[in-house]
């Protein structure tokens, strides 16, 4: 029953995908017969227009264009070998002409296969009149019934259609005569004869009033209502005639404006969708039936091992990692069975790495623990340098070792890897100190940071080393007075933006790409001489990517002569901080005694 439901939901789909393919095929097969033949009539009707011009062109050197109308002027005269010559080349090299006339301003004539039935003149017939009317274009005429002309035995005003073009005078361009063809039927009857459009499927011409030009013999072709062809010739119409549906679309030529009608029934369609559907019925009942008679078999050999893989899981679950599942069979089962074997074996290996990891991280945690006594022993030890430097009212070193004292009590945290954003401001503020003592008028710095970001908690020790880069490759190798400045401010509902900015000696575009590309990598070795620059402010980035992920942002901007430009954006929202209230705090390199104590 559960193989029944995709084999039905298969049947379903099969049928509505055949239905639509079938359909999609009948129009595109219309549409390209209907287009085909159109091309082939424009294409015969062309080679006419082209055979109208040369005799026009041959007609230029003979009587005929001097001719007055006078009866003794040799040019109209029926027996005139040159005119004659001319159109009987043309009509016997071309088959699927019936006749050619040619007839003068002056009622005069000359026919191969054509000639008048009564004296009155060609100027009065309609298809002359329409040809004057245009002298520049052929002129096609859908049916040759009613004119004044009679034509050979050989073929009847029914089985042609006729085109004709006017003669004129290449100096002055008025018109002489007009030149009439009659097209055998044959033409469009060979175009339609090379396609086929099913076994009663046709296709019948109309020209741009919709009067039939050539129509097979059907009953069906005057029963279409050519006001359906309204539509747009890329629409498809589907119309009941006499009962049964018909798919008709159409091809409406530019050159001619003839109509292009192809008509397919679309019953014959559905026989091809009938032979396929009885094929996917067929095809259905015998995968139910072998569904039903494997079904077993298969089942058996499927749950049996299965079942003791089970067994087996639930004996890895309980903590037993010594199991293994042996399957002499090499088919999906026994694959899912070494893969189980895998996993075992790989679980029981990770255990035993963790075991030995934990192991070695208790004993970096008491050698970390004792690296810790000596910069607790070498800050006592300067707590007491600074108590008897007071003793001695020495004001200045007492200042230089407590900036120091507060570095490493900072820099100690008690251990603690996350400090106040506020005393990662005051560390970096005491190193400047020392480093403003050191280098006297070399230096100036200037420190802001709000204050509602005091308690905003910051990897330590990030901004000594980004400041450290500032003095050591930006402000002593600058000729002059060099200043930094440091900022922390708050970015609304965003989170916090640290800048580093020195007017050092700056980088070149191609030193600051390298920085940034060793920045990129996923590792610096640290002991390469060219990589030192940038393994402080890798270990910065590597640490803050610890902390806040994808969401951290470090920026560098530098030029020469122009300094550079450190930033961090460090996101609230990986920090639990709920920043509120606006208050900016300043620190100066111009600090008071009583701010240096503080400091």
């Known amino acids: 029953m559960i193989a029944l439901i995709p084999v039905v939901m298969y049947f379903v789909i099969s049928a509505a995908i055949l239905l639509r393919q079938s359909r999609d095929t009948a129009i595109a097969h219309t549409e390209q017969i209907t287009k085909q033949v159109s091309n082939s009539i424009d294409v015969y009707i062309s080679t006419i227009d082209k055979l109208a011009d040369f005799i026009v062109r041959e007609l230029q050197d003979t009587s005929f264009t001097s001719t007055e109308g006078s009866e003794n002027e040799p040019g109209w005269n029926s027996q005139d070998s040159t005119i004659f010559d001319i159109l009987n080349n043309v009509y016997e090299s071309h088959p699927e002409i019936a006749g050619i006339l040619v007839s003068s301003e002056q009622d005069q004539y000359i026919g191969i296969g054509m000639s008048r039935i009564s004296r009155d003149p060609f100027t009065k017939e309609q298809w002359y009149q329409q040809t004057v009317a245009t002298p520049e274009k052929v002129v096609l005429h859908s049916s040759a019934i009613g004119r004044n002309i009679v034509t050979d035995a050989n073929y009847s005003a029914d089985d042609v259609f006729s085109l004709s073009k006017a003669i004129m005078d290449q100096r002055t361009g008025q018109v002489l005569g007009v030149l009439l063809f009659d097209i055998h039927h044959t033409i469009i009857q060979d175009s339609i004869n090379q396609v086929t459009i099913g076994q009663n499927g046709f296709v019948f011409v109309v020209d741009s009033r919709n009067n039939i030009v050539y129509a097979p013999v059907n009953q069906i072709v005057y029963r279409v209502n050519l006001d359906w ?72 050999s499927v749950t049996k091992p299965l079942i003791k893989l089970q067994q087996l899981m639930k004996q890895a679950e309980s903590g037993d990692l010594s199991v293994r599942f042996n399957s002499r069979y090499s088919d999906e089962i026994g694959e899912l069975g070494k893969r189980f074997n895998n996993m075992v074996e790989r679980i029981d290996r990770l255990i035993h790495m963790v075991y030995l990891e934990q192991q070695q991280k208790r004993i970096a945690e008491i050698k970390n623990l004792q690296l810790q006594i000596k910069p607790h022993f070498l800050y006592n030890t300067l707590d007491t340098i600074g108590w008897m430097a007071r003793d001695h009212d020495a004001d200045d070193v007492v200042k230089l070792i407590d900036a120091l004292s507060n570095m490493y009590r900072i820099g100690l945290s008690s251990g603690k890897e996350n400090i106040p954003l506020t005393e990662e401001i005051r560390h970096v503020s005491n190193y400047l100190y020392i480093q403003k003592i050191r280098y006297k008028e070399k230096l100036d710095y200037h420190i802001a940071f709000d204050e509602t970001l005091s308690n905003f908690m910051v990897p330590k020790l990030i901004l000594q080393p980004l400041v450290e880069n500032a003095i050591y490759h930006g402000i002593k190798v600058k000729p002059g007075m060099g200043s930094i400045t440091v900022n922390a401010e708050k970015i609304p509902q965003s989170g916090v933006l640290i800048t580093v900015k020195d007017n050092g000696a700056g980088m070149s575009p191609d030193v600051l790409a390298a920085l940034l590309s060793r920045l990129g990598t996923e590792a610096i070795n640290e002991d390469a001489p060219e990589k030192k620059s940038g393994f402080g402010l890798y270990y910065v980035k590597a640490r803050l990517v610890l902390r806040y992920g994808k969401a951290f942002k470090m920026e560098i901007f530098s030029s020469i002569e122009n300094g550079t430009m450190i930033s961090l954006f460090l996101p609230f929202e990986l920090s639990g901080f709920d920043p509120e209230g606006s208050y900016s705090e300043s620190l100066h390199s111009e600090t008071t005694e009583t701010d240096s104590q503080n400091v």
Do not use: C, H
């Open 229 to 300: 062809l309204k539509n747009q010739p890329d629409n498809p119409l589907t119309a009941e005639i006499e009962g049964a549906q018909y798919q008709i679309r159409y091809a409406k030529s530019q050159y001619t404006g003839w109509k292009t009608i192809g008509v397919f029934p679309l019953k014959e369609m559905m026989k091809s969708f009938d032979t396929s559907t009885r094929l996917v019925v067929f095809s259905i009942v015998f995968a139910i039936i072998l569904v039903f008679v494997v079904s077993f078999p298969i089942a058996n």
